[in-house]
Every structure is written in C-alpha cells, then in structure tokens.
C-alpha cells in the first residue's frame, strides 16, 4: 500500500469498496463528482457546528437549568478535541488508508455526535411548566409545599456532560476536512485551495441554513405539544433538537458514499503535484522540527498572529453567545434571534469576500497593514453598539422596593422557586408569579388595582411587552462590527503568508490554527460566560437551594462589561501590527547587501533559474562580489 492508501491496480482509481469496483461506477470516478458530495457533507456538519450550536444554548440553558459558563464550557470541546487530533490525524491520514476513508470517518463521527447532542430530548422527562397551576395561584389554604409536590431531577449535571461529550466528537470529526482534504484535492488536481474554497462556501450556507432552520424549530413547542407559555415568554422551550437529528441522518448516508470514491483518479497524473504520492515521506523528523523552529524564531511572525489570537477571543465568544445576547438584551424571541443570527452570517459571508478582493489587490505589507489598522478602527466604532440595549423588564418586589411578599399576597403561601412572570393588562407591571400578584384566577388579583374594565383587569403570562424599536438599530450595530471582524481574516492571511517562506505555508497555518484556538476559541466562550453569569441579577433557584439559569441579566452591566472586553481584544492588536511591522521592516533592511560598485559586476539571472521576483512584480538585480563565489541580492521590497 503506497501514502494515501493508493495501490497499483487500476482498479484503486474507481469507485467502490476493497475488492468490489464495479465498472458501471467508473463514470462516477472523477473529482468533481467527490467534490460536490464532500461539500454536501461539510454543509451538514457547517449546520451543525455553526448554525445550530450557536442558537440553542439558551434554550439548553433554560431547559436543562445550567449556567452561560457551562455553555462555554461545552463550547470550549470543540477546540480541545481539535487541538488534540489534528496532528495524529495528519500524520497518520497521509499514510495509513486512503484519504476518502477517513474524512468519511470524519463525517460519521459529526454524524454520532449530531445524535449525541440530540440524545438528552429523549432521555430526560418531559418540560413541565407548571401546566398544573396547583402553585402558580394564590391559595391561602394550600397545605404542601411547592418542593414537596415537585419531583426534583437529580440528573442536572448529566446533561451538560452529554453536550460536553457530542461537542468534543463534533469537534474531532472535523479535523479530517481541515487537515486532509486540502492534500486529496491538491494531489489530485494541483488546485487544492480552490476546491477547499468551495467546501468553505458550502460551509457558510450550511451555516445559514442550520440559523434559519432553528427560527423554525424553536417556534415550536419542544415535545411538540402545548405548552402553557408563549414564545415570548422566558420558560419557552423550542424543539431544538430536531435539526440536529436531520443533519445526523443526512452524514450517515454521506459517510458511506464518500468512502466509495478512490485514493487517487484515473485523471490525477495530469495535474498532481510531486509531493501527491510521498517520496517526501522520507525526509524524516529532522525537516519538521526545523520548520517549527523556523517559524517559533520568526519574531514577526509570531508577533503578528498574537494580534489574530486577541481577535480569536472574540470571534468565539460573539458566535457562542451572540444569540444569547439577542434575547436578553434585546427582547427578542428565540426565533427571531435565530434570524438575526442567520441574517449576520449572511453578513459575514460577504465580510469574507471582500477581504479576500482586498488581500488579492493590495500587495505590499504596508498597505495590507493600513488597510487593517482601519478595518480594526471601523470594528472598535461598531463595538460601540453593544453599550445600548432595550429597557430591561421591571418586576414587582425584584427590581423595585420592597419585597416579593406583600400585604396583598401574604397569606398565599407563595413559592420563589417557581418563577412564572405575569402582566398586569392596565398598569403595565410584570409579577414574579401569578401567585406573587395575588391572583386566584387571571381576573382576581389583591395586588392589582381593579379599574372596572374588563381587559385592563385581566392579567397575561410573561413579560409585559416592551416597544423597543432600538433592537433594529443594535442588530444593524453588530452586523457591521461582525463584518469587520470576518473581512480581516483573509487580510491577516494574506500577511501571515508574506511573513513566511513559502516552503513553510502548510506548517504555519497548521500551527498558527492550533495556537488559535489554545490561545483564543478556547477562552473566548469562557470569558464571555462569566460575564454573563456576573451580570445576572436573578437566578433560578431548585428545591435544593441550588442555582440554575439566570432568570433575569442586569442588561446596563451585561452591555457594559460586554463592549469592554469586545474594545479591549479590538485595541490590543494595533500594537501588535505597529510590533511586527517595525520587526519586518528592520528584518528586511538587514538583509540588504551593497557592495562598492567598483568591486561588483552584474551576475547572470539565467544561470540563477532559482531567483524568485519581489514583491513589485519585477526581478530582483543580482550582484557577485569579485572576492567572492556566492552572489548578492538587492530586493527592492515594498513596505
């Protein structure tokens, strides 16, 4: 078995499994064919991991009652096991089997995970909200307790473990598309980034797709049937699992169909490149671990990508929580933040684009750092959205003076463990509970003053309904800061890849990915959780005196604290950029060798085939020193 797990036969060029390749599949032996199923599968897995993760966790949180630093945490898996396995798969998938088997591996493990993720839907007891009302109302004569008629669920942590573990597999099943696929497309055409860029097309629509499916799915009830709030109301529930067994259905059947297709095409002599079948293979540990210490000792290098890892914080935290923070701060339905989300993916789809038109028309370094220096101020003005949010809702005996229990509700026998807000139709007053309102029905409450008008008297679940036309303007706000962000990452590329030799492209992005996400995608939800939980201003509270979701955010402090951080990451690379620049610029003057004229004479270019054009388009002048053998080269380099 050669690298790849290609064989001599002719037979290892068409479709099919070990021995048996049918002839009638030969038509379906070419790479356009794998590359449209390949984009069919990373468009599921795209759904998964970017459409549907980001806007479920708030009604994980809700549903399952953990907190935004346990999102982070199942947040943070996704990382981990990338970081873990994408040397190991690297390594050994350019060896061991072809190169089909395993990124069919990697769809089925997506797929496992989809149905990991989906699993507690199914193993944890129906969402129960107080459909009863036995405690919702006011019953002066009530002899139990709220906690002993509650049947409580011990099982809390398993849940988050269960999404913990789907994460971390979702997160594994994706190394082989970002580490192997690039290598089978570039051995068999020679045009690697280009069918990558298709995948990564793919990827944005899986995206928006999974975003716009959950506006669907999240609307309706999450054991689809009736439940007794509206989806406005902060204890909705969508079905939020059941994109997720869609996509895990639809790798399943993808996985066996990439797996099909051969280590190498009857058409790939054309076009592969010479590392395609492994004689470089045998250079050995010694060539990897010089181009690693090459690239650690690239000071500017280095430097520069310290400014991606600040913007990586971000990056991260805004896709896990951005959703979240619809809901909350905005006064939105799940739903309708779900849209929003879609709607800023689209946006960041085109922010993607026209960062790589600018990287392709903008050659030199120095314009190229221009360019994000003002890119990096537009996004630090959009960040500025964030401090404004709608009004927050005001609950009686919470938000105002005085306590949930009152002269009008005194005697009760109110329980704070079931949180189940109210509105008073005339004043406009949200109540902790129907109960907390003194209601013993919806139009017979102590604590609401009666008017004599029949629809003012009469009271409706959930928070009273806040005009907030502001929501539109911050949504326009985040999209544009979003936009900036995303429109950097090809321009950072594109820099990045001037400050390296070309021979070093591949193991540069591969380290400069895995230091990201340690650095960056790892902590970015992690932060963004605690500031969450620290500005949450009431919590939900079990029968065991436990904490659970936050009920209600202190929004002035969420929005506060939010745009700090968010400023802080967004400043913190301009020093880096003015760093590496500075680092370049000496590098580059350095290297510079002017000899006397008298004692150089022009060396022939045609007997130096190896000299390679500056950055300018045009090639370098080469001199050779009378008293010397070796030639000496004047670049002239734009800065």
Same mark, same amino acid.
């Given at each position: 078995?050669t690298e790849g797990?290609?064989?001599?036969?002719?037979?290892?060029?068409?479709?099919?499994?070990?021995s048996?390749?049918?002839?009638?599949l030969?038509?379906?032996?070419?790479?356009g064919?794998f590359a449209?199923?390949f984009c069919?599968?990373?468009?599921?897995?795209s759904?998964?991991s970017?459409?549907?993760?980001?806007?479920?966790?708030?009604?994980?949180?809700?549903?399952?009652?953990?907190r935004?630093?346990?999102?982070?945490v199942?947040?943070?898996?996704?990382?981990?096991a990338?970081?873990?396995?994408a040397l190991?798969? =690297?390594y +050994?998938?350019?060896?061991?089997?072809?190169? @089909? &088997?395993? !990124?069919a591996g990697?769809?089925t493990v997506?797929s496992i995970?989809?149905?990991?993720?989906s699993?507690?839907q199914f193993?944890?007891d129906r969402?129960?909200?107080?459909?009863?009302?036995?405690?919702?109302n006011?019953?002066?004569?009530?002899?139990?307790?709220?906690?002993?008629?509650?049947?409580v669920?011990?099982?809390?942590?398993l849940?988050?473990?269960i999404f913990?573990?789907?994460?971390f597999?979702?997160g594994?099943?994706?190394?082989?598309?970002?580490?192997?696929a690039?290598h089978?497309?570039h051995e068999n055409?020679?045009k690697?980034?280009?069918y990558y860029?298709?995948?990564q097309?793919?990827?944005?629509?899986g995206?928006?797709?999974g =975003?716009? +499916?959950n506006t669907?799915?999240l609307?309706? @009830? &999450?054991? !689809?049937?009736a439940?007794?709030v509206?989806r406005?109301?902060?204890?909705w529930?969508?079905?939020?699992?059941i994109g997720?067994?869609i996509?895990s259905l639809a790798l399943a059947i993808?996985?066996?169909i990439?797996?099909?297709f051969?280590?190498?095409f009857p058409?790939?002599?054309e076009?592969a490149?010479?590392e395609?079948h492994?004689?470089?293979a045998e250079?050995g540990?010694d060539?990897?671990?010089s181009q690693?210490k090459?690239?650690?000792?690239?000071?500017p290098?280095?430097v520069?990508n310290?400014?991606?890892?600040s913007?990586?914080?971000?990056?991260?935290?805004?896709?896990t929580f951005?959703a979240?923070y619809?809901?909350?701060?905005?006064?939105?339905?799940?739903?309708q933040?779900s849209l929003?989300?879609?709607a800023i993916v689209?946006?960041?789809?085109?922010?993607?684009v026209?960062?790589a038109?600018?990287?392709?028309?903008v050659v030199s370094?120095?314009?190229l750092i221009?360019?994000?220096?003002c890119i990096?101020l537009?996004?630090?003005?959009?960040a500025s959205?964030?401090?404004?949010?709608?009004p927050?809702?005001s609950i009686?005996g919470?938000?105002s003076?005085?306590?949930l229990?009152r002269?009008?509700?005194?005697?009760?026998?109110?329980?704070?463990r079931?949180f189940k807000?109210?509105?008073s139709g005339?004043q406009?007053d949200?109540?902790y509970s129907?109960c907390?309102?003194?209601?013993?029905?919806?139009a017979?409450?102590s604590?609401i003053?009666?008017?004599g008008d029949?629809?003012?008297?009469?009271?409706e679940?959930?928070?009273?309904?806040l005009?907030c036309?502001?929501?539109y303007?911050?949504?326009?706000?985040?999209?544009?800061?979003?936009f900036?962000?995303v429109?950097?990452v090809p321009i950072?590329?594109e820099?990045?890849?001037k400050l390296i030799?070309?021979?070093?492209?591949?193991?540069?992005?591969a380290?400069?990915?895995?230091?990201l996400?340690?650095?960056?995608?790892i902590?970015?939800p992690?932060?963004f959780?605690?500031?969450f939980d620290?500005?949450?201003?009431?919590?939900?509270e079990?029968?065991q005196?436990?904490?659970?979701?936050c009920?209600?955010?202190?929004l002035d402090?969420?929005?506060?604290l939010?745009f700090?951080v968010?400023?802080?990451?967004?400043?913190l690379?301009?020093i880096?950029y003015?760093?590496?620049?500075?680092?370049?610029?000496r590098?580059?003057t350095?290297r510079?060798?002017?000899t006397p004229a008298k004692?150089?004479?022009p060396?022939?270019r045609?007997?130096?085939?190896g000299?390679e054009?500056g950055e300018?388009?045009?090639?370098p002048?080469?001199?050779?020193?009378?008293n010397?053998?070796?030639?000496?080269t004047?670049?002239?380099?734009?800065?």
């Amino acid at each position: 078995m050669t690298e790849g797990g290609g064989s001599s036969d002719g037979g290892s060029a068409q479709c099919g499994f070990l021995s048996c390749r049918p002839q009638w599949l030969r038509p379906l032996s070419r790479l356009g064919v794998f590359a449209a199923v390949f984009c069919l599968g990373s468009l599921f897995e795209s759904m998964v991991s970017n459409g549907l993760m980001p806007t479920t966790y708030q009604s994980l949180e809700t549903r399952y009652a953990f907190r935004s630093t346990v999102s982070g945490v199942i947040s943070i898996q996704f990382d981990i096991a990338f970081c873990i396995l994408a040397l190991p798969v =690297a390594y +050994l998938g350019s060896r061991y089997l072809s190169k @089909p &088997v395993w !990124l069919a591996g990697g769809f089925t493990v997506v797929s496992i995970a989809a149905l990991t993720m989906s699993s507690p839907q199914f193993i944890a007891d129906r969402y129960r909200v107080d459909t009863s009302h036995q405690f919702a109302n006011c019953d002066p004569g009530r002899a139990t307790d709220y906690c002993d008629a509650e049947k409580v669920d011990n099982e809390n942590s398993l849940y988050p473990a269960i999404f913990c573990i789907g994460n971390f597999l979702l997160g594994g099943g994706t190394v082989t598309q970002n580490t192997l696929a690039v290598h089978y497309f570039h051995e068999n055409s020679g045009k690697g980034a280009f069918y990558y860029g298709l995948a990564q097309a793919s990827r944005s629509v899986g995206a928006l797709l999974g =975003a716009g +499916l959950n506006t669907v799915f999240l609307g309706i @009830p &999450v054991d !689809l049937d009736a439940l007794p709030v509206g989806r406005s109301h902060s204890l909705w529930v969508g079905a939020w699992w059941i994109g997720f067994l869609i996509s895990s259905l639809a790798l399943a059947i993808i996985a066996p169909i990439v797996a099909a297709f051969p280590a190498h095409f009857p058409s790939a002599a054309e076009g592969a490149t010479p590392e395609a079948h492994g004689p470089d293979a045998e250079k050995g540990d010694d060539s990897f671990v010089s181009q690693v210490k090459a690239l650690v000792t690239n000071v500017p290098f280095v430097v520069f990508n310290l400014a991606s890892v600040s913007e990586a914080i971000i990056y991260s935290g805004v896709v896990t929580f951005a959703a979240k923070y619809f809901q909350q701060s905005l006064a939105m339905s799940a739903s309708q933040a779900s849209l929003v989300f879609a709607a800023i993916v689209i946006v960041g789809t085109v922010g993607s684009v026209t960062g790589a038109i600018v990287s392709k028309h903008v050659v030199s370094f120095r314009s190229l750092i221009k360019v994000m220096v003002c890119i990096s101020l537009l996004e630090m003005g959009a960040a500025s959205s964030l401090l404004f949010h709608c009004p927050e809702h005001s609950i009686v005996g919470v938000d105002s003076a005085g306590s949930l229990t009152r002269d009008c509700n005194s005697g009760c026998r109110c329980s704070d463990r079931l949180f189940k807000p109210v509105c008073s139709g005339g004043q406009q007053d949200t109540f902790y509970s129907m109960c907390y309102a003194g209601c013993h029905s919806h139009a017979n409450c102590s604590c609401i003053p009666h008017t004599g008008d029949e629809e003012s008297d009469l009271i409706e679940e959930g928070y009273c309904a806040l005009d907030c036309p502001l929501k539109y303007v911050v949504s326009m706000g985040v999209a544009l800061f979003c936009f900036a962000m995303v429109v950097k990452v090809p321009i950072g590329l594109e820099i990045s890849l001037k400050l390296i030799p070309d021979d070093q492209a591949s193991m540069a992005m591969a380290l400069t990915n895995i230091m990201l996400r340690l650095s960056g995608m790892i902590p970015g939800p992690l932060i963004f959780g605690v500031l969450f939980d620290d500005s949450c201003g009431l919590w939900q509270e079990d029968c065991q005196g436990e904490s659970g979701a936050c009920l209600k955010y202190d929004l002035d402090k969420l929005s506060l604290l939010m745009f700090l951080v968010v400023l802080f990451c967004a400043t913190l690379p301009h020093i880096f950029y003015f760093i590496s620049y500075q680092l370049r610029l000496r590098k580059e003057t350095g290297r510079l060798v002017i000899t006397p004229a008298k004692h150089r004479v022009p060396h022939n270019r045609d007997s130096d085939p190896g000299a390679e054009p500056g950055e300018t388009g045009h090639p370098p002048v080469v001199f050779q020193a009378n008293n010397s053998t070796e030639p000496y080269t004047y670049e002239t380099v734009m800065l």
